[in-house]
């Protein structure tokens, strides 16, 4: 059974600083391309970070420059360290998994990132 566990998330400070985990099991993490997404409340969800198999990176433009993606497939873990964080980065932030050969997907539940003063 596939599961993605995100960890990491809570309240901060505008400027603050988190760094969100993912950890997946039930899968070959090094075959699955990595994304972190997040839905604020009332709007859609919103593709925030990707990074593939091989270790290209994007990253949105609403955070770039201030967020940083990352993984280790020793530990199955992709990471997302989220720096000068702003009020409109409030959000669940997801976890997804995406197969490179295979057509599969996986969801995380999420972990909800507040930020307020």
């Known amino acids: 059974q596939v599961q993605l566990v995100e960890s990491g998330g809570g309240l901060v400070q505008p400027g603050g600083s988190l760094r969100l985990s993912c950890t997946a099991s039930?899968?070959?993490?090094?075959?699955?391309?990595m994304r972190w997404y997040r839905q604020a409340l009332g709007s859609q969800r919103e593709l925030v970070a990707l990074?593939?198999?091989?270790?290209?990176?994007n990253v949105a433009d609403s955070v770039k420059g201030r967020f940083t993606i990352s993984r280790d497939n020793a530990k199955n873990t992709v990471y997302l360290q989220m720096n000068s964080l702003k009020p409109e980065d409030t959000a669940v932030y997801l976890c997804?998994?995406?197969?490179?050969?295979?057509?599969?997907?996986?969801w995380g539940l999420g972990t909800q990132v507040t930020v307020s003063a």
């Open positions: 997804n998994a995406r197969g490179v050969l295979r057509p599969i997907e996986y």
């Open positions: 039930g899968l070959i993490f090094s075959m699955v391309d």
């Open positions: 990074i593939t198999s091989g270790g290209d990176i």
